[in-house]
Every structure is written in structure tokens, then in C-alpha cells.
T-cell receptor, first 112, second 116 residues
Framework: DAKTTQPNSMESNEEEPVHLPCNHSTISGTDYIHWYRQLPSQGPEYVIHGLTSNVNNRMASLAIAEDRKSSTLILHRATLRDAAVYYCILRGFGGSQGNLIFGKGTKLSVKP | GAVVSQHPSRVICKSGTSVKIECRSLDFQATTMFWYRQFPKQSLMLMATSNEGSKATYEQGVEKDKFLINHASLTLSTLTVTSAHPEDSSFYIC????????????FGPGTRLLVL
């Protein structure tokens, strides 16, 4: 299975941008890069996903390296509500390739 | 957006009893639903994949006779923990993928099970 590597934890100040890195050097050509986050005692929440091009939505931006071996989730202005564990996950197509396999993620703390 | 609900949100039971957890997709149809388990301070672990109208596919190490999964309709999947023991105490989370789009999974709020 393709795996991802993320820092265990990161800290940010409120109202400042946050860049959460993810390495996925063994990514295959058909793997999508997904980001989910999990607030304490809640189920994960979809954040964003992409294949090759950078992506933007109302929650965040996803910057994907040209060789696709790494990506960065960008929260443009962190709020206290963004404190969560952020998971970077590779997801393929078909059968078990479509399963989400969660790693340990990055625990983001946001200071007021 | 797509909403997935779980019931109950928390349950306490005695050792040896069975507990049923429901997972519903409220505003979309889900061909596939997934069940995860999460122990304190750990990540989510996929237990099984549930396809509507067919038998669930269990991950290695997950006992299919202990964790019974039924996916009777496109909006409902149930997980029954049979003969629960204290080591089954955990946070159980389901997710669902819409029929029309496979790219995103939507997660339920989770069910916290405590077995005494």
C-alpha cells in the first residue's frame, strides 16, 4: 500500500496561515491525494482532494508537487476551530484500492 | 452536503451482551459503507467494507462472527458487536460513499462503546 508521512504535530497562531506537509514518495499514477481532519470525539471530516493540479475550496487549498511525491494542505487563516488531527491519505480506484487507510496524521494546535 | 448519522452516539453495556450500531446516509444513497474502530490516542482502523445486498469484506484480524455487518439498503448499514467484552470498548465510526461519486467518503459522528 502506498503510504504517507506527516509530522506528528504542528502549532499555529490564530489568524495566521498554516502549511501542513505530507510526503508520499511511493504514490502511483492513479492515486488521489485526500485530506481529512478529525476534531476531538468526532468522526473525520473531508477537507479536500486532488490528483495533479492544485485545488482550492472554501476550507483549504491543496498544493501538489510536480512529481506528486509530496503535497501541502494550506489553511489560509487558522482559527481555533481548525485545531484537529489532519490526515493525508492516498486513495486509488476499485476494490480495496478505494479504501481510506488512516495513518497517524498531524495534530494541529492553534494558539489564540 | 452529504450527511451520515450514527445511532446511538454512546452506549454502555455489560460484558457478554450484544450491541447494535446503526449508520445511515441521510441525503444520499450509498452503495458502499465502511466501519472503522478507533482506540484512545490512536488512528482509525478499517474493520470492514459493507456493500449493499452482499456480504461484508473484513480486514485481516477482524472477526466476522463477532462483528456482524448488515447493509440491507442503500441508506442503512448496521454493525452488531456480539458478546461484547471490555476490550471491545472503543469509538466506532462509519462512513459512506455516494453511488454517483466514489471519490469522497462522508463520516458519521461515531459511537462510543463502553463494555463493563
Amino acid at each position: 500500500d502506498a503510504k504517507t508521512t506527516q509530522p506528528n504535530s504542528m502549532e499555529s497562531n490564530e489568524e495566521e496561515p498554516v502549511h501542513l506537509p505530507c510526503n508520499h514518495s511511493t504514490i502511483s499514477g492513479t492515486d488521489y491525494i485526500h485530506w481529512y481532519r478529525q476534531l476531538p470525539s468526532q468522526g473525520p471530516e473531508y477537507v479536500i482532494h486532488g490528483l495533479t493540479s492544485n485545488v482550492n475550496n472554501r476550507m483549504a487549498s491543496l498544493a501538489i508537487a510536480e512529481d506528486r511525491k509530496s503535497s501541502t494542505l494550506i489553511l489560509h487563516r487558522a482559527t481555533l476551530r481548525d485545531a484537529a488531527v489532519y490526515y493525508c491519505i492516498l486513495r486509488g480506484f476499485g476494490g480495496s484500492q478505494g479504501n481510506l487507510i488512516f495513518g497517524k496524521g498531524t495534530k494541529l494546535s492553534v494558539k489564540p | 452536503g452529504a450527511v451520515v448519522s450514527q445511532h446511538p452516539s454512546r452506549v454502555i453495556c455489560k460484558s457478554g451482551t450484544s450491541v447494535k450500531i446503526e449508520c445511515r446516509s441521510l441525503d444520499f444513497q450509498a452503495t458502499t459503507m465502511f466501519w472503522y474502530r478507533q482506540f484512545p490516542k490512536q488512528s482509525l482502523m478499517l474493520m470492514a467494507t459493507s456493500n449493499e445486498g452482499s456480504k461484508a469484506t473484513y480486514e485481516q484480524g477482524v472477526e466476522k462472527d463477532k462483528f456482524l455487518i448488515n447493509h440491507a439498503s442503500l441508506t442503512l448499514s448496521t454493525l452488531t458487536v456480539t458478546s461484547a467484552h471490555p476490550e471491545d470498548s472503543s469509538f466506532y465510526i462509519c462512513s459512506a460513499s455516494p453511488v454517483a461519486g466514489q471519490e469522497t467518503q462522508y463520516f458519521g459522528p461515531g459511537t462510543r462503546l463502553l463494555v463493563l
